[in-house]
Structures are given as C-alpha cells and as structure tokens.
C-alpha cells in the first residue's frame, strides 16, 4: 500500500494536534478524522465513546433526491446499531463525497458491516448491521459499551468504493480550478453520480477545443505528478467569506455546512493550481489521475438561468467506462461484421439502405393496392351490373399499418369512381390480420361503400355482433379488433352484407 507523506496533512494552528483522538475520552471531530489524514489509511484501532441503537429510518417522502440514491439504503427490518468512535477510517457523507462504507472487528473476532457514516454537528456516526444471536441491546452492551476497542477497516469493497470516490473527488478540484483560471467558468455544483460520468455544472456550454485545451492541462499536471495536501487550523467563521453569487443569483459552489459543529476549517491544496476548502478524502499526488473529459456539454434550461454539463470520468471508473463503451462498439461491429473503425460508415450505410428498402415497400404496396382495386371493380362491372355489389375481402398481412394499405386500396377504388369507369353502387368491407393468429393480434377493418348510410349500418353491425372498436364519417368506417380472426368472424361478414339492401 502507498503511504501518505508526513507533509500531506499540515496543521497549522496547535491546539487542533489535542483534538486527535487516541483515548476513550472524546471523538475526534469531522475534519481531523483518520480518513482526512491519511486517505490511503485503510485500518485503525479506535474506541468506542458511545453506541445507541438506531430508531428505523422514516418512509422517504416524495421524489428521491440524488443524495439518496448515492447513499446505500439502510436494510430494512435489520436492527441497525449506532456508534460513534474516537476516530476512523471511514469518511462521513460530505462536501458532494457519498460516504463510505466497510466493517468493524470487535475483540472476539466478529464483522459488523458498516453501512454508512453521517456527519452529525462535529461528529462521525457509523451505522452498523447488527449480526450475531443475542439481541440488539445486548450486542451494545457486550461489544460496543464506551471504553472499548475495536478495530475499523474499509475492507475490499469499501476500498473499492473509496478510491473510486476519491480519485474523482480529486478530479473534480483539479477540474473546477482549471475551469475558473483557464476559461472563467465558476462551477456551480458537481455531482459524484454513483456510475457513469461525473459532472460539474457551469454557466455556459464550452467548444471541442476549450474542452481539449482543459483536458491537455489537467493531464499536463497530472503527468507532472502535481502534489496535493491539506491544511488545516481553527475554524473561524467570521473569517470565511460568504458564498459568491453568478449574475443570475445562482450560489457558486457550496459553503460549509451550516449545522458543521467540528470546529475545524480545512483547506485543499493542489500546488499551483488550486486552493479550496473541503472536508472529502484527497489523493496525495494527481499522479495516475489520467482525467478524462466527453467532448461535449449538455445545456440544462432551469427557470431563469442555463446552464450547462461537464461530464469527466478518472482512474477504475474510467477504464470500466471505457471498457463498456468498447465492448458495446465491438458487439455493433460483430453485428456488421465489419472492424471498428468502420462502424460509423456501416451504421450509416444501414440507415440509407433502410430509407431506400421502405420506399421501395412503400412502391410497391401502392402498385399491389391499385391492382386489388381495379380487380374488385371489375368483378364489380361483371357480377352485378345496376344493383348492389357486396364483398368481403380479407388479408393476411404483418405490418404494422396493415390499415394503411386497405386505406390505400380504398383510395384507388375513389380514384377508379372519380374516372367514372366505376358507376356501381357498392359496399365492401376490408379486413387484414396477422398471418400467425394469436389472441393478442390486433385485426383491423376498413367499410366503404358509394352510400353513406349503408357504410354506417355495416359498420353498427361489425361494433354489435363481433365487438369491432372503430367508427367513421361519410363513405368510410374503420376499426380494430383483438383475437384471431378465424372463418366464423368472416361469416359473421358475409351475413351483415348480404343485409344490407
Ligand atoms: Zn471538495
């Protein structure tokens, strides 16, 4: 494991050395915790000042905020202990940092998973899943009573966690300042999402090149291994200047917490580049950050304002990120068996041999709906001249706008009429279905006819006796039904038609 360097974490007022806790008579407050000292600490003995056990949390209310989602959830139903410890590894939720989560090691040898950490006023509270037979209360008075010890570990998963955590956090500094020096561009907020990109908020959309000018810069420290630490001293709170304001009202980054209660002001110094105060857990050295920007900015419209989203990724989190980018880029070339490279031109290709391929169908499907329509009208002219034409003629066809295409021969058939090469009265009716019948295919119906009327009662026909949903104006009706379609719904037809006088 990497050591911290001594002149990491630097204290500049001496009465904070005091408020370092290695006794069982006080905490070490948040600001001064182990984790804040040396980030790449991952065990401490530590003991216990007090332990309660922890009242269920309340149903959230409402919308989730995105702390929440970040935050891991308390199980339900499983007692949850309280315990608060003269100091420890494991940082408290804070400055945008999720917290952090990983195990106890009480004297008889037994893991208690910590679930998470919060800041109450000055002070770490770890929330730990009760484990073991006795009961909850019995586990604070065996294991946890004041004066005890214990040990505090973030164990592989919690470590995992953290670094990601705080190679992102650190990023975000790194990031923000450049922003602010390079292109005057305050952020405004950031988020540490729980995967994915992280972002920082700005108030304005940035270029291609500004984005790569802010890249080349952050990598050109990083490559630098540019040093970053800690300083930190008494917090005087009249001394801290208030959070600055853009034009349009909207607080430019966050202050320190109103309800903070530790007493410590803490600052976080990235050498030559960036001085800000902040309680989160910062790698020692930007070495190995490798920070990496998406070359775009999404605007956000919020009331008044715009802003606008830097999304950055750094170190584990960016080789997964990358790793699932690729493996998505080489699944689509497997697909077009074609090499990466040539997935742009190959996608585009598909697109406009799709365009090409629907308007052929489209064509097509216009010529075969003219063809059915001069069939039926000179069926029309032969079987019944000056009386009334009946027909049913019934489809099968798998397209979604199977309708489209009855309306389509509907269309030539007024076409043919308009010509006057079709004078006979008439009443069909159009009807198309899936070619694999299933309960849940959808059929549907299209009426026409040269009278209004008798479209109207072949229609109130097809609702009353077969349940078609539909209606229509004029010389046409059109409908839909669930089911299959079966030679019984085709009788059913035949018989309204041959009513109809
Ligand atoms: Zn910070």
New binding site residues.
């Given amino acids: 494991m990497v050591a911290t360097e001594p002149e990491y974490h630097r204290i500049l007022s001496e009465p904070l050395r005091s408020w370092i806790s290695d006794s069982a008579d006080y905490s070490t407050p948040v600001g001064l915790l182990a984790c804040q000292r040396n980030p790449l600490l991952r065990k401490n003995t530590a003991f216990v000042i007090s332990s309660t056990l922890s009242a269920p949390p309340p149903p959230p209310k409402g919308k989730q905020n995105k702390k929440s989602v970040i935050a891991p959830t308390l199980p339900t139903g499983v007692p949850v202990l309280e315990v608060i410890l003269s100091d420890t590894v494991l940082f408290p939720e804070g400055?945008?940092?999720p917290t952090d989560t990983g195990i106890f090691r009480t004297q008889d040898g037994s893991v208690w998973p910590v679930l998470k950490v919060l800041r109450q006023g000055g002070t770490a509270v770890h929330y730990v899943q009760h484990v073991g037979d006795q009961t909850p209360e019995e586990a604070l008075q065996k294991y946890f009573a004041a004066g005890v010890k214990i040990e505090v570990e973030l164990d592989n998963g919690g470590w995992e966690r953290r670094t990601d955590h705080m190679t992102l956090?650190t990023s975000?500094?790194l990031l923000s300042a450049l922003l602010d020096t390079k292109l005057q561009l305050p952020t405004l907020s950031w988020s540490l999402t729980s995967s994915g990109p992280c972002y920082v908020e700005i108030p304005r959309g940035m270029t291609t090149e500004e984005i790569l000018m802010i890249q080349n810069e952050a990598n050109r420290l990083v490559f630098e291994g540019t040093k970053v630490h800690i300083e930190v001293q008494e917090l005087d709170r009249t001394a801290i200047a208030p959070v600055e304001k853009t034009e349009n009202g909207r607080a430019v980054g966050r202050g320190l917490p109103e309800d903070y209660t530790g007493g410590v002001h803490r600052v976080?110094h990235i050498a030559g580049v960036d001085i800000?105060p902040?309680?989160?857990t910062?790698l020692p050295s930007l070495n190995n950050l490798q920070l990496f920007i998406l070359p775009h900015t999404d605007a956000l419209s919020r009331s008044a304002t715009t802003v606008a989203r830097l999304y950055f990724l750094a170190g584990p989190r960016l080789i997964n990120h990358l790793t699932s980018t690729h493996n998505s880029l080489a699944s689509t070339a497997a697909l077009l068996s074609c090499g990466l490279p040539q997935v742009p031109e190959r996608v585009a290709q598909v697109v406009d041999d799709r365009k090409s391929v629907t308007k052929r169908s489209e064509d097509l499907e216009l010529e075969l709906a003219k063809f059915i329509a001069t069939e039926i009208s000179s069926e029309m002219d032969k079987t019944s001249p000056g009386g009334l034409f009946r027909k049913h003629v019934h489809r099968l066809d798998d397209s979604p706008s199977a309708l489209a295409f009855l309306t389509a021969i509907a269309s030539a058939l007024a076409d043919l009429a308009a010509k006057s090469s079709l004078k006979q009265s008439y009443i069909l009716v159009l009807s198309s279905s899936p070619s694999s019948p299933a309960l849940t295919g959808t059929n549907v119906v299209l009426v026409l006819g040269s009278d209004d009327a008798r479209v109207k009662i072949v229609g109130d026909g097809l609702k009353s006796t077969l349940g078609v949903k539909g209606g229509g104006k004029g010389s046409r009706w059109s409908g839909k039904l669930v089911g299959t379609w079966k030679a019984k719904e085709d009788a059913v037809v035949e018989e309204i038609l041959e009513k109809v006088s």
Wanted: net charge neutral; glycine share 24%; hydrophobic share 10%.
């Fill in positions: 400055g945008g940092q956090h975000q500094h976080v800000n902040c309680c989160g910062h």
